[in-house]
């Protein structure tokens, strides 16, 4: 089977695998796992961050980092396309009593200007705007990247208005290796940042949260409450390490997969519409009447595992696991 259904489907390698044995253990709760601490260290200072924190997943570095940088009542800005508000359960209300604020744009990206318009005035009736939340790239976009400008730009205003700007980065190290930024200049305008281990980066299990000590300081405190703090979590965390050393280069031909993935589909009749594709992920629409359930199940027989994204449209998400199986791939697809 060709599993597109999500970059989160890989499984660990040999290699990470090994590493993940050879990892020295303590307990993290307490403080004292030096692998976990080797990891948040190594990605602090590569993303120019002062701090780190290690949690079992990205939705829960996105709620605890939402939950530190506000204080409720309040709300979170954030685009109609984010993981946030349609992933992440309600938790946004749930953990931390905020109300969100959707905002539109091009594909989950919005301008300095829009979230200028989007701030409250400072009026009782009006909750108080207390965060911005970008997702770079953005999912429900088809892997979108913002442009470093723009996000400079919302930085700038976030810091005029006292407002915390955090990013979504489930999937930035997409954004900087098909971009070829700088990732210290990528990280530098956000208060907050969340990285998935556990996406193209090809770790089973994983997040990082990144910000000052003083958040992070009080981001391990919340971690607790969520019961997100884990003990010999140091095999874990050495995934991650060799994630990071040697992991990030190949999204490359992630997204070179993709783009091939996408020239093909581009040629074939039952298709209204693709959308640009700039990293790992490739979001199509079928042409009306046909049935986007039946297609799946199609791709399914034929050996391809994929998911609908909602109406006609549909999501092929390329990784590690599955660039062995391109040709194959590209077969099943030229006669579907
Ligand atoms: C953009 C984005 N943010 C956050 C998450 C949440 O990550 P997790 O599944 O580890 O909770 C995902 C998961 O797919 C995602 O795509």
């Given at each position: 089977?060709?599993?597109?259904?999500?970059?989160?489907v890989?499984?660990?390698?040999?290699?990470?695998k090994?590493?993940?044995?050879e990892?020295p253990?303590?307990?993290?709760?307490?403080?004292?796992?030096?692998?976990?601490?080797?990891?948040?260290?190594k990605?602090?200072?590569?993303?120019?961050?002062?701090?780190?924190?290690?949690c079992?997943s990205?939705?829960?570095?996105?709620?605890?980092?939402?939950?530190?940088?506000?204080?409720?009542?309040?709300e979170v800005?954030?685009?109609?396309?984010?993981?946030?508000?349609?992933?992440?359960g309600?938790?946004?209300?749930?953990?931390?009593?905020l109300s969100?604020?959707?905002?539109?744009?091009d594909r989950g990206r919005?301008?300095a200007?829009?979230?200028?318009?989007?701030?409250?005035?400072?009026?009782?009736?009006?909750?108080?705007?207390?965060l911005?939340?970008i997702e770079?790239?953005?999912?429900?976009?088809?892997?979108?990247i913002?442009?470093?400008?723009?996000?400079?730009?919302?930085?700038?205003?976030?810091?005029?208005?006292n407002?915390?700007?955090h990013?979504?980065?489930a999937?930035?190290?997409?954004?900087i290796?098909?971009?070829q930024?700088d990732e210290?200049?990528?990280?530098?305008?956000?208060?907050?940042?969340?990285?998935?281990?556990s996406?193209?980066?090809?770790?089973p299990?994983?997040s990082l949260?990144?910000?000052?000590?003083?958040?992070?300081?009080k981001?391990?405190?919340?971690r607790?409450?969520?019961?997100?703090?884990?003990?010999?979590a140091?095999?874990?965390?050495?995934a991650g390490?060799?994630?990071?050393?040697?992991?990030i280069?190949?999204?490359q031909?992630?997204?070179?997969?993709?783009?091939?993935?996408g020239?093909?589909?581009?040629?074939?009749?039952y298709?209204?519409?693709i959308?640009p594709?700039?990293?790992?992920?490739?979001?199509f629409?079928?042409e009306?009447?046909?049935?986007?359930?039946?297609?799946?199940?199609d791709?399914?027989?034929?050996?391809?595992?994929?998911?609908?994204?909602?109406?006609?449209?549909?999501?092929?998400v390329t990784?590690?696991d599955m660039?062995?199986q391109?040709?194959e791939?590209?077969e099943?697809?030229?006669?579907?």
């Open positions: 089977m060709i599993d597109l259904r999500s970059d989160t890989t499984q660990p390698s040999k290699e990470m090994l590493a993940m044995m990892a253990l303590g307990d993290d709760v307490l403080g004292d796992d030096p692998s976990i601490i080797e990891l948040e260290e990605a602090a200072s590569k993303l120019g961050k002062e701090a780190a924190l290690f079992p990205g939705t829960m570095t996105n709620q605890i980092a939402i939950k530190v940088h506000s204080n409720a009542p309040g800005i954030c685009n109609e396309l984010s993981h946030i508000y349609w992933y992440e309600g938790g946004v209300m749930f953990n931390s009593g969100v604020k959707l905002i539109g744009g919005f301008t200007d829009m979230v200028e318009k989007a701030i409250n005035a400072d009026d009782v009736h009006f909750p108080e705007s207390q911005v939340s770079n790239t953005c999912n429900k976009g088809g892997g979108s913002w442009d470093q400008e723009e996000v400079k730009k919302i930085s700038k205003l976030c810091n005029q208005k407002i915390s700007l990013l979504d980065g999937r930035m190290y997409n954004a290796v098909a971009s930024a210290k200049e990528f990280a530098a305008p956000y208060d907050s940042i969340s990285l998935c281990l996406k193209g980066l090809g770790c299990v994983g949260l990144l910000g000052s000590k003083e958040f992070i300081y981001a391990r405190r919340i607790k409450v969520l019961g997100g703090g884990m003990r010999q140091g095999m874990l965390a050495a390490k060799y994630a990071l050393e040697n992991n280069e190949r999204l031909k992630d997204h070179q997969n993709a783009l091939s993935i020239e093909l589909l581009r040629k074939k009749s298709i209204k519409e959308s594709v700039e990293t790992n992920i490739l979001i629409e079928l009306d009447g046909r049935s986007a359930e039946k297609y799946i199940a791709l399914k027989n034929a050996g391809i595992l994929a998911v609908g994204m909602g109406l006609q449209k549909i999501r092929f990784h590690l660039e062995g391109m040709d791939l590209l099943i697809v030229s006669r579907t």
